[in-house]
């Protein structure tokens, strides 16, 4: 039996594999087997570098996540547009505090009568809403004093009397005044006059007769007067003990008509004047009169 030379190499120079087969007369020949390509051959033919590491197929493979052929996991969609375009991104809080101003603003207008019950489903079908946010700011209205909760009803607002008001001026004056008259003695009179803006907005507002419109312009006149003492907690107490003072009194007219709102804003003009020329009796007179009036 003759013996086999050497096995021939490929030109790559790797070997070829023989393996025995038996051919159809019975005798044994060798059957070849394609060579394997090497790594670096198969790099060159891809582009590679030497040592590189070839690129993943996405991202679950760079991760080592084996999927197996399983769909991939959704990912958290990326907001398309720029936020404040389109639709809101927070709604639900949206509506409820649209709904507050709202109940607030009736509540000052009179419109919601003290002593009465009003229930959700009743409020949110006339704002145009669920009764979900209606109980949510009511709620909130239930914390600051304005209305109490009735058990399966709804809620009852508040009958306030004279006395109530009374102390609530009395409390303004006491957080209010000293931190004015400490202004006063300290701001120059160029200070005072960049508020005169806001005065006049409250005679404008006192002009149209809605105590509701003039409710909020006189709240924002007192907050950028105490925001220059740069103190935010006594800015957010003064203004909800302000908001309280400003609610109708129970079994009386809604408070005061279009002549009373013009007085009072022009409360605020002097005001300005007697701080600019720092004169401080006239600044403690004038805010103890104007809190006595609401």
């Known amino acids: 039996m003759e ?4 096995r021939p190499r490929d030109p790559q120079g790797s070997t ?21 390509p090497r790594v670096a051959d198969v790099n060159r033919e891809r582009g590679l570098a030497a040592g590189a590491v070839r690129p993943a197929r996405d991202a679950d493979t760079a991760r080592g996540e084996h999927t197996h052929g399983e769909p991939p996991i959704p990912r958290p969609r990326v907001a398309e547009r720029p936020l404040g375009e389109g639709r809101p991104v927070v709604q639900r809080a949206s509506v409820r505090g649209q709904i507050l101003d709202a109940l607030r603003a009736a509540l000052v207008a009179g419109e919601l009568t003290p002593g009465e019950v009003y229930s959700g489903p009743a409020l949110g ?3 145009g809403v669920s009764a979900t946010p209606v109980r949510e700011a009511m709620q ?17 607002v508040v009958e306030r009397g004279a006395r109530e008001l009374a102390e609530l001026a009395e409390i303004r004056a006491l957080i209010e005044i000293p931190v004015v008259l400490r202004l006063a003695r300290t701001l120059p009179a160029a200070r005072w006059t960049e508020l005169r803006p806001l005065a006049e907005e409250t005679a404008r507002a006192a002009a149209s007769g809605c105590r509701a419109t003039y409710a909020e312009a006189d709240r924002a006149f007192h907050r950028a007067v105490l925001g220059l003492a740069g103190n935010e907690q006594l800015v957010r107490i003064a203004e909800d003990l302000h908001r309280r003072a400003q609610w109708p009194l129970g079994g009386e007219p809604v408070g005061r008509g279009r002549t009373g ?5 022009a409360v605020h003009l002097a005001l300005l004047d007697a701080l600019a020329a720092q004169d401080l009796n006239a600044v403690q007179a004038l805010l103890q009169k104007h809190f006595a009036g609401g």
């Open 125 to 127: 079908e006339r704002f």
């Open 140 to 156: 909130q209205l239930a914390l600051e004093g304005a209305v109490e909760v009735v058990p399966n009803r709804g809620f009852r």
């Open 16 to 36: 070829e594999v023989e393996a025995e087969t038996e051919s159809p007369e019975g005798l044994a020949r060798p059957a070849r087997v394609p060579h394997q």
């Open 261 to 265: 709102l013009m007085a009072d804003a």
């Open 3 to 6: 013996q086999a030379g050497p």
